[in-house]
């Protein structure tokens, strides 16, 4: 009967988990370009189903999970708390058509962007400058995705395993019953 309960944990532990592999697509610059002139825009465009992704190679029937956006940028000038319309850079950001408005630092920017990506794993990002100038270097999507083995039906694993461990038990309440 222990054995019966500890398989029934086992299945139940497995039943919250998922194979998932992780992908990233960088979009790098040839050289970093200095966005200064008004409405200036770049556009990068993610195509998860046919870039070849370091690491992760996501097709078509495969399931993503998670999705981050990163914007690199490099802030050229410090902000100047006595000047911020001279000194403040501001970009617009459109993913898919989403707006994000902020003001940049050199770093990584980074956005949630699943709902952008899950249905057809494309992305189309514009980086377009509003205040001030700054540097853009490039973008990158990362995340999660479940791949899909060639051959094997679909079939919701923690569901499955689920019910299987609803099964082993039922096997001991009936056990323990008689």
Request: hydrophobic letters at 45%; aromatic letters at 8%; a negative charge.
């Amino acid at each position: 009967m222990k054995k019966l309960l500890l398989l029934a944990i086992f299945v139940f532990a497995l039943a919250g988990t998922a194979i998932a592999a992780p992908y990233l697509d960088i979009i790098t610059l040839p050289s970093p370009r200095l966005m200064n002139t008004l409405l200036e825009t770049q556009v990068f465009n993610f195509d998860l189903n046919t870039d070849v992704l370091t690491p992760g190679d996501i097709g078509p029937a495969d399931t993503i999970t998670s999705a981050t956006l990163g914007i690199s940028f490099t802030d050229n000038e410090p902000d100047n708390p006595n000047r911020p319309l001279r000194t403040m850079e501001w970009a617009i950001v459109l993913a898919d058509l989403n707006p994000y408005a902020f003001e940049v630092n050199t770093g990584l920017w980074t956005a949630n962007v699943y709902s952008q990506i899950v249905n057809d794993h494309r992305l189309l990002v514009s980086v377009t400058k509003g205040v001030g100038d700054f540097i853009l270097n490039g973008a990158q999507v990362s995340g999660g995705y479940t791949p899909v083995v060639p051959g094997t039906p679909v079939v919701p694993e923690p569901a499955s395993m689920m019910l299987l461990g609803m099964g082993i038990l039922g096997l001991i309440g009936l056990k323990r019953k008689a």
